[in-house]
């Protein structure tokens, strides 16, 4: 079983919606990640946060919002979404970013996003 | 793809059959991971290799990394139906900045 938890696991919404997604580790991790995945493909990074700080956005568009309240907690806040946004987004975190962090990441199942 | 390449891209093999699979990767990195992923879930990490190893072996995984080549290989043995799953290789150039490959899909027949 993974130790992050994401939710919800699976969200329709319409292109004029706002929803959220969230994740949460109690792993003591001082990093959080969003990755989106579409079918057949790799993991793609959307955001990086350490220690609670967002320290790469990798030229995300700004209806994706990351948040990130607690070292624990990670949400993905989302707006005006277009049909070729749905996709598996998964959270993963590690526990940091630098120094002796050996570069493993800890995935949670995923958010399974429809875009109607 | 992001960082490298991943061969084959699908692989069908029987159960007890032994599983290769190569990544390849474009740019100097910390270390190379591999991580698997059932369908449809999260992905799992299998193992990780330093830049200055050149052979990790974990259970039945055996994984290899030539630096001058930029590729690893990820070598399944004995495979069990269970394993069927896509499997990604990592590479960590930037801190916090893992970039998978595109991934092989390892099909194991009972």
């Known amino acids: 079983d993974t130790e992050v938890t994401q939710t919800p696991k699976h969200l329709v919404m319409g292109m004029t919606n706002k929803k959220s997604l969230k994740c949460e580790q109690h792993?003591?991790?001082?990093?959080m990640y969003w990755y989106k995945q579409k079918a057949k493909k790799p993991p793609e990074l959307m955001f990086v946060?350490?220690?609670?700080?967002?320290?790469i956005n990798e030229s995300v568009p700004s209806r994706f919002s990351p948040e990130c309240p607690n070292s624990s907690l990670l949400n993905l806040h989302l707006h005006a979404l277009q049909p070729e946004d749905s996709a598996l987004y998964l959270c993963?975190?590690?526990?940091?970013?630098?120094?002796?962090?050996?570069?493993?990441?800890?995935f949670g199942e995923g958010s399974r996003l429809t875009v109607l | 793809s992001q960082q490298g390449e991943e061969d084959p891209q699908a692989l069908s093999i029987q159960e007890g059959e032994n599983a290769t699979m190569n990544c390849s990767y474009k740019?100097?990195?910390?270390?190379l991971q591999w991580y698997r992923q059932n369908s449809g879930r999260g992905l799992v990490h299998l193992i990780l290799?330093?830049?200055?190893?050149r052979e990790k072996h974990s259970g039945r995984l055996r994984v290899t990394l030539d630096t001058s080549k930029k590729s690893s290989s990820l070598l399944i043995t004995a495979s069990r139906a269970a394993d069927t799953a896509s499997y990604f290789c990592?590479?960590?150039?930037?801190?916090?900045?893992?970039?998978f490959g595109d991934g092989t899909t390892l099909t194991v027949k009972p």
């Open positions: 290799i330093r830049s200055n190893e």
């Open positions: 792993m003591g991790h001082r990093a």
């Open positions: 946060y350490s220690y609670e700080k967002l320290s």
């Open positions: 740019t100097s990195i910390n270390n």
């Open positions: 993963a975190s590690s526990q940091g970013t630098s120094g002796s962090w050996t570069g493993e990441l800890f």
């Open positions: 990592a590479t960590d150039a930037n801190a916090g900045k893992s970039t």
